[in-house]
């Protein structure tokens, strides 16, 4: 993992943790117990960090949703 992996890490728990309003320590374990930070987020990074923040966290909570981490 690079240092740009881990600032693209830090930037989408905290803005998700904004969004969904929850603590950005709830958020991480949410991410990694479904697999989604080392299964999407981590090797996407190329293409994630191309969208704006807006489609980023929409893209996010989807697949937040559809893993079933969030109602």
């Given at each position: 993992?690079?240092?740009?992996?881990?600032?693209?890490?830090?930037?989408?728990?905290?803005?998700?943790?904004?969004?969904?309003n929850?603590?950005?320590?709830?958020?991480?374990?949410?991410?990694?117990?479904?697999?989604?930070?080392?299964?999407?987020?981590?090797?996407?990074?190329?293409?994630?960090?191309?969208?704006?923040?807006?489609?980023?966290?929409?893209d996010?909570?989807?697949?937040?949703?559809?893993?079933?981490?969030?109602?």
């Amino acid at each position: 993992m690079t240092g740009n992996d881990i600032d693209f890490i830090t930037y989408s728990i905290g803005n998700l943790s904004r969004r969904l309003n929850m603590s950005a320590a709830e958020v991480y374990r949410r991410l990694k117990q479904s697999g989604i930070l080392n299964g999407y987020i981590v090797p996407s990074y190329d293409v994630l960090h191309t969208f704006s923040k807006e489609y980023l966290m929409e893209d996010l909570i989807e697949y937040m949703r559809e893993k079933g981490v969030l109602a």
